[in-house]
T-cell receptor
Framework: ETGVTQSPTHLIKTRGQQVTLRCSSQSGHNTVSWYQQALGQGPQFIFQ???????GRGNFPPRFSGLQFPNYSSELNVNALELDDSALYLCASSPLAGGYNEQFFGPGTRLTVL | AQSVTQLDSQVPVFEEAPVELRCNYS??????LFWYVQYPNQGLQLLLK??????LVKGINGFEAEFNKSQTSFHLRKPSVHISDTAEYFCAVIRGSQGNLIFGKGTKLSVKP
C-alpha cells in the first residue's frame, strides 16, 4: 500500500510568483486536506477536498486555491506569493470526509519565498 | 471555538527518564483528541488518539495519554524515553463536521544521553 506522497520536496520562489504543489493520496482515500506549517508553529488547516469538491476552508485568502482530480490526487496553488507564505505544506488523506477519519500525512513540501 | 494549548515549547530530558508533555484543549462539545509526532524533515505520524471510551489511551512507541474531561487535558506520557524519541510532538483536536485538525504549537522533546 502506497502512502501519501508530495512533490516537489523543496521549492524556492520569489515574491509575486505563483506555485503549484502536488499530492497523491493513499490508495482508497477520497479526501485530501492541506495544511500550512510555518516555522516554529503547528500546522494550520488550509482546505479540504472530498470527491473533487472543496469541503471546508480555513482562514486563508482566496489566492490559496486547490483542485482534486478523479483519481483523488490534489493540487495546492498559491498566487502572488508573499514572504509569509514560506512554510512546510503538508497534505493528508483520509478514507472519508467529516467527523473522525484518521488522516495520513505526506512528508511535506518546503516552500521558501525570497 | 476549539483550541489547543501546549504548555511547554521545549522539554529536555535524559535518556531512560520519564516524560510528560502537556496539552489542554477548549471545547464546548465532545472532542476527538490526538497526539502526532514529527521527526526532523518529515511529515506527521499519529501516536495515539482518543475518540471515546477508556480515558487512558495507549499508542505506538510506548507512549500513552490520559483524557481528563474535568481538567480539559490530554497529557502525553512515556515512562522511559530513548534518544530516538527526540522529535516535535503536536497535540490536536478535530473540529466540526469537516474533520479538519486543529493543532497546538508543538513541544520539542530533546532526549540527552
Amino acid at each position: 500500500e502506497t502512502g501519501v506522497t508530495q512533490s516537489p520536496t523543496h521549492l524556492i520562489k520569489t515574491r509575486g510568483q505563483q506555485v503549484t504543489l502536488r499530492c497523491s493520496s493513499q490508495s482508497g482515500h477520497n479526501t485530501v486536506s492541506w495544511y500550512q506549517q510555518a516555522l516554529g508553529q503547528g500546522p494550520q488547516f488550509i482546505f479540504q477536498y472530498y470527491r473533487e469538491e472543496e469541503n471546508g476552508r480555513g482562514n486563508f485568502p482566496p489566492r490559496f486555491s486547490g483542485l482534486q482530480f478523479p483519481n483523488y490526487s490534489s493540487e495546492l496553488n498559491v498566487n502572488a506569493l508573499e514572504l509569509d507564505d514560506s512554510a512546510l505544506y503538508l497534505c493528508a488523506s483520509s478514507p472519508l470526509a467529516g467527523g473522525y477519519n484518521e488522516q495520513f500525512f505526506g512528508p511535506g513540501t518546503r516552500l521558501t519565498v525570497l | 471555538a476549539q483550541s489547543v494549548t501546549q504548555l511547554d515549547s521545549q522539554v529536555p530530558v535524559f535518556e531512560e527518564a520519564p516524560v510528560e508533555l502537556r496539552c489542554n484543549y477548549s471545547s464546548s462539545v465532545s472532542v476527538y483528541l490526538f497526539w502526532y509526532v514529527q521527526y526532523p524533515n518529515q511529515g506527521l505520524q499519529l501516536l495515539l488518539k482518543y475518540l471515546s471510551g477508556s480515558t487512558l489511551v495507549k499508542g505506538i512507541n510506548g507512549f500513552e495519554a490520559e483524557f481528563n474531561k474535568s481538567q480539559t487535558s490530554f497529557h502525553l506520557r512515556k515512562p522511559s524515553v530513548h534518544i530516538s524519541d527526540t522529535a516535535e510532538y503536536f497535540c490536536a483536536v478535530i473540529r466540526g463536521s469537516q474533520g479538519n485538525l486543529i493543532f497546538g504549537k508543538g513541544t520539542k522533546l530533546s532526549v540527552k544521553p
